[in-house]
């Protein structure tokens, strides 16, 4: 198929067209989910910040844990001890830190009390049962480098040495637009005129971009007329980072995208050897990138999730790690080998510790409601059979939308 780029040179095209932005802002921890850092986070505090006990137990000195030894202070979580002298040992509760003079610490299952006095049921050894200082995080060291999209673990990682702001770059701004004369948003009509269809593209890009972490603009639907598509194209480029639109990029003297972008910018890609999603166009207008999606539904997750996410996580600043391809046993067969990469909506099941993969019975790009049943999608190269039982690529479909 002539005229067609592999998935692979497309991205590598458009990513090193990708610029990262370079506004930061301080934005307080709490509200930084999903956020990409501007720099590297250095641990102020070691983490723990003191050598303390793993159990709750009594600490002493391991070479007395045959003796008899009084307990002479209580340290709960909290508060410091003093010096444990020769011969005591102090009740301790697990994160209260180990007092001087102390080495170890004992389970206090493993002792038993006879008033103010423990006897060890089986010895010690120096350090057992000690969290020491800085071993989760050294004083000093990268807690979390620049580039990094904050997890909600990270942002526990970042409480835990005491960061509360953050500089992180400013969330890129994306406008979307439904171009389509047989568009009708939901809840504007009760029922739909013949030709008519709902605008399911406006909701599932909304939802992949919040889900993100992008900052959305809505310029609504557009008819299919050359004046309206270049005005509404103009406005979303001045007002975003990058405009995606659905629809009306194919060949039809009814798809004006493609002429129209090029008359306000410029195009760099147009159509792509991969199933769903033959017709994709990437440019720029002035210095704002633009996607041209496919109509169909289902085209729209799929070309959005392997070409549009790396791009916008590299202009956010970051990376989008590919997603990693499992190999899954086929519930399915494949007789006759497509010319391009498809892209299969499918479910993946764990059947005793082996992933087995079912497709959906019905692959055509505008049955969306096959993506809601997915969970991953099959990579099937081109010029690929498959018999049944044979080892296939899935992709999780979790792994797109983080
Ligand atoms: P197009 O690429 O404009 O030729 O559209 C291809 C197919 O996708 C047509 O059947 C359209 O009706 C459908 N389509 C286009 N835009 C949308 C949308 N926003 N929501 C749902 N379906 C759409
Ligand atoms: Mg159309």
């Known amino acids: 198929m002539a005229g067609l780029t592999p998935l692979d040179e497309a991205l590598a095209l458009i990513l090193e067209d990708a610029t990262p932005v370079a506004d930061v802002e301080i934005v307080p921890l709490v509200g930084a989910l999903g956020r990409t850092l501007a720099e590297d986070v250095l641990a102020a505090v070691p983490v723990p910040n003191d050598d303390n006990s793993a159990m ?56 038993t009390l006879d008033g103010d006095q423990i006897q060890l049921t089986q010895a010690v050894v ?14 000093g060291s990268r807690v979390l480098a620049a580039g990094r999209r904050l997890q909600a673990e990270d942002l526990g990682v970042l409480a835990s040495v005491g960061c509360a702001e953050l500089k992180v770059y ?23 005129a013949p030709g008519q269809i709902f605008n399911s593209n406006r909701y599932t890009l909304q939802g992949l971009l919040v889900s993100l972490g992008f900052e959305v603009k809505d310029f609504g639907m557009v008819p299919d007329d050359p004046d ?27 798809d004006h995208v493609k002429n129209q972008v090029q008359a306000l910018g410029s195009l760099k890609l ?38 549009v996410r790396p791009w916008l996580f590299a202009c956010q600043g970051t990376q989008a790690s590919p997603p990693l391809a499992l ?41 969306l409601s096959s993506v809601s049943w997915a969970n991953a999608l099959v990579v099937l190269p081109p010029g690929q059979t498959v018999a049944c039982g044979e080892a296939v690529q899935v992709v999780l479909l979790d792994q797109l939308s983080r």
């Open 270 to 307: 147009w159509k792509l050897r991969v199933k769903p999603g033959k017709p994709l166009a990437y440019g720029r207008i002035g210095s704002t990138g633009f996607f041209g999606l496919p109509g169909n539904p289902a085209a729209v997750y799929v070309t959005f999730s392997m070409i």
């Open 126 to 139: 120096a350090g057992e049962n000690i969290r020491r200082a800085g071993q989760d995080l050294e004083q």
């Open 170 to 192: 400013r969330r890129l701004v994306v406008g979307i637009l439904s171009t389509g004369d047989e568009l009708v948003e939901p809840g504007t009509a009760a029922s739909l």
């Open 327 to 367: 190999p899954a046993q086929a519930e399915f067969e494949i007789k006759r080998a497509g010319s391009r990469l498809e892209f299969l909506r499918a479910r993946v099941e764990d059947s005793d510790g082996a992933l087995r993969v079912q497709l959906h019975d019905n692959q055509s790009s505008g049955v």
């Open 228 to 254: 309206a598509t270049r005005r509404v194209l103009e406005a979303a480029a001045e007002a975003s980072d990058c405009v995606i639109s659905t629809g009306g990029v194919s060949v039809g003297e009814e």
């Open 56 to 111: 709750d137990g009594y600490a002493l000195r391991a070479e007395e844990s045959s003796m008899t030894l009084k307990v002479t202070q209580r340290i709960p979580a909290g508060s410091a001890g003093e010096e444990v002298a020769p011969g005591t040992a102090a009740r301790i509760f697990t994160g209260a830190p180990v007092p001087p003079g102390a080495d170890a610490v004992v389970m206090q299952e493993n002792c």
